[in-house]
Protein backbone atom coordinates (compact mmCIF):
# COMPACT_ATOMS: atom_id res chain seq x y z
CA UNK A 1 0.00 0.00 0.00
CA UNK A 2 1.16 3.42 -0.94
CA UNK A 3 2.21 5.77 1.43
CA UNK A 4 0.09 8.55 1.54
CA UNK A 5 2.02 11.76 0.15
CA UNK A 6 1.35 14.27 2.65
CA UNK A 7 3.17 11.51 5.32
CA UNK A 8 5.87 11.04 2.49
CA UNK A 9 7.00 14.32 2.36
CA UNK A 10 6.34 15.41 6.23
CA UNK A 11 8.88 12.13 6.57
CA UNK A 12 11.29 13.64 3.79
CA UNK A 13 11.52 16.67 6.05
CA UNK A 14 12.68 14.70 8.52
CA UNK A 15 15.51 13.63 6.34
CA UNK A 16 14.63 10.21 6.65
CA UNK A 17 16.46 7.92 3.54
CA UNK A 18 13.33 5.46 2.86
CA UNK A 19 11.33 8.17 2.37
CA UNK A 20 13.54 10.42 0.35
CA UNK A 21 13.97 7.06 -1.74
CA UNK A 22 10.46 6.58 -2.10
CA UNK A 23 9.48 10.31 -3.24
CA UNK A 24 12.43 10.09 -5.82
CA UNK A 25 10.82 6.71 -6.89
CA UNK A 26 7.59 7.58 -7.06
CA UNK A 27 7.66 11.17 -8.75
CA UNK A 28 11.34 10.40 -11.07
CA UNK A 29 9.58 8.95 -14.44
CA UNK A 30 7.07 11.92 -14.34
CA UNK A 31 9.71 14.32 -13.72
CA UNK A 32 11.91 12.91 -16.65
CA UNK A 33 8.79 12.68 -18.49
CA UNK A 34 8.40 16.63 -18.34
CA UNK A 35 12.07 17.60 -18.77
CA UNK A 36 12.10 15.02 -21.55
CA UNK A 37 9.08 17.52 -23.27
CA UNK A 38 10.73 20.65 -22.54
CA UNK A 39 14.33 19.85 -23.30
CA UNK A 40 14.25 16.89 -26.76
CA UNK A 41 17.37 15.87 -25.15
CA UNK A 42 17.38 13.06 -22.32
CA UNK A 43 20.99 13.93 -20.83
CA UNK A 44 19.59 17.48 -20.57
CA UNK A 45 16.46 15.93 -18.79
CA UNK A 46 18.21 13.99 -16.73
CA UNK A 47 20.81 16.35 -15.66
CA UNK A 48 17.46 18.98 -14.93
CA UNK A 49 15.46 16.44 -13.06
CA UNK A 50 18.74 15.79 -10.66
CA UNK A 51 18.98 18.88 -10.04
CA UNK A 52 15.26 19.57 -9.47
CA UNK A 53 15.45 17.04 -7.01
CA UNK A 54 18.57 18.50 -4.84
CA UNK A 55 16.88 21.21 -5.00
CA UNK A 56 13.47 20.60 -4.02
CA UNK A 57 14.70 18.37 -1.09
CA UNK A 58 16.65 21.10 -0.13
CA UNK A 59 13.86 23.66 0.19
CA UNK A 60 11.06 20.87 1.30
CA UNK A 61 10.78 23.24 4.35
CA UNK A 62 9.73 26.44 1.90
CA UNK A 63 6.65 23.87 1.05
CA UNK A 64 3.50 24.71 2.72
CA UNK A 65 0.94 22.37 1.73
CA UNK A 66 2.64 18.94 1.18
CA UNK A 67 0.00 17.57 -1.38
CA UNK A 68 1.10 21.11 -3.73
CA UNK A 69 4.72 18.76 -4.01
CA UNK A 70 3.64 17.45 -7.56
CA UNK A 71 3.13 21.08 -9.05
CA UNK A 72 5.83 22.76 -6.81
CA UNK A 73 8.25 19.80 -8.53
CA UNK A 74 6.96 20.67 -11.79
CA UNK A 75 7.69 24.34 -11.37
CA UNK A 76 11.30 23.27 -10.06
CA UNK A 77 12.05 20.96 -13.01
CA UNK A 78 10.70 23.91 -15.52
CA UNK A 79 13.39 26.28 -14.10
CA UNK A 80 16.12 23.79 -14.13
CA UNK A 81 15.09 23.33 -18.11
CA UNK A 82 14.87 26.64 -19.11
CA UNK A 83 18.13 27.17 -17.10
CA UNK A 84 19.71 24.25 -18.65
CA UNK A 85 17.91 25.82 -22.29
CA UNK A 86 19.63 29.30 -21.36
CA UNK A 87 23.27 27.79 -20.85
CA UNK A 88 23.11 25.63 -24.10
CA UNK A 89 21.80 28.97 -25.89
CA UNK A 90 24.52 31.24 -24.70
CA UNK A 91 27.19 28.43 -25.31
CA UNK A 92 25.74 28.65 -28.88
CA UNK A 93 25.55 32.11 -28.90
CA UNK A 94 29.49 33.19 -28.07
CA UNK A 95 30.02 30.42 -30.41
CA UNK A 96 28.25 32.29 -33.16
CA UNK A 97 29.99 35.74 -31.63
CA UNK A 98 33.43 34.53 -32.25
CA UNK A 99 32.63 32.69 -35.73
CA UNK A 100 31.25 36.41 -36.37
CA UNK A 101 34.62 38.23 -35.60
CA UNK A 102 36.88 35.52 -37.20
CA UNK A 103 38.14 34.27 -33.55
CA UNK A 104 37.48 30.77 -34.40
CA UNK A 105 39.39 28.62 -36.53
CA UNK A 106 36.41 26.50 -38.02
CA UNK A 107 35.96 25.95 -41.57
CA UNK A 108 33.13 27.54 -43.68
CA UNK A 109 31.38 23.82 -43.23
CA UNK A 110 32.06 23.79 -39.94
CA UNK A 111 30.41 26.99 -39.40
CA UNK A 112 27.23 25.91 -41.79
CA UNK A 113 26.93 22.73 -39.31
CA UNK A 114 27.12 25.35 -36.34
CA UNK A 115 24.59 26.83 -37.70
CA UNK A 116 21.98 24.54 -38.55
CA UNK A 117 22.60 22.57 -35.01
CA UNK A 118 21.14 25.93 -33.83
CA UNK A 119 18.48 25.98 -36.31
CA UNK A 120 17.64 22.42 -35.25
CA UNK A 121 17.63 23.07 -31.26
CA UNK A 122 15.10 25.88 -31.44
CA UNK A 123 13.16 23.71 -33.94
CA UNK A 124 13.27 21.06 -31.57
CA UNK A 125 11.79 23.46 -28.36
CA UNK A 126 8.30 23.47 -27.37
CA UNK A 127 6.12 25.90 -29.91
CA UNK A 128 5.59 28.95 -27.32
CA UNK A 129 9.19 28.73 -26.45
CA UNK A 130 10.43 28.34 -29.85
CA UNK A 131 7.79 30.95 -30.99
CA UNK A 132 9.64 33.48 -28.66
CA UNK A 133 12.88 32.76 -29.11
CA UNK A 134 12.79 33.15 -32.98
CA UNK A 135 10.46 36.70 -32.42
CA UNK A 136 13.07 37.46 -29.61
CA UNK A 137 16.54 36.54 -31.99
CA UNK A 138 15.51 36.09 -35.26
CA UNK A 139 13.08 38.95 -35.79
CA UNK A 140 14.92 41.22 -33.04
CA UNK A 141 11.89 41.84 -31.58
CA UNK A 142 12.08 43.58 -27.99
CA UNK A 143 10.76 41.75 -24.80
CA UNK A 144 7.16 43.94 -24.99
CA UNK A 145 7.01 43.62 -28.28
CA UNK A 146 7.43 39.35 -27.75
CA UNK A 147 5.30 39.02 -25.00
CA UNK A 148 2.51 41.03 -27.17
CA UNK A 149 2.90 38.26 -30.22
CA UNK A 150 2.90 35.35 -28.18
CA UNK A 151 0.08 36.38 -25.87
CA UNK A 152 -2.15 36.28 -29.65
CA UNK A 153 -0.79 33.33 -30.11
Not at 82 to 101: A, G, I, M, P, S
Not at 135 to 142: E, I, N, P, Q, S
Request: hydrophobic share 40%; charged share 35%.
Amino acid sequence: MKEPLAALVERCRRREEDAIAELVSRFRNWALDLANALLDDASLAEDAVQEAFTTALLRLNDLWDPLAFPGWLRQIVRTQANRLLRKRREVCLEDETRLQQGGSPMSEPERNDLREYVREVIRGLPPVIRDTTELFYHDKYGCSSVITAVRRH
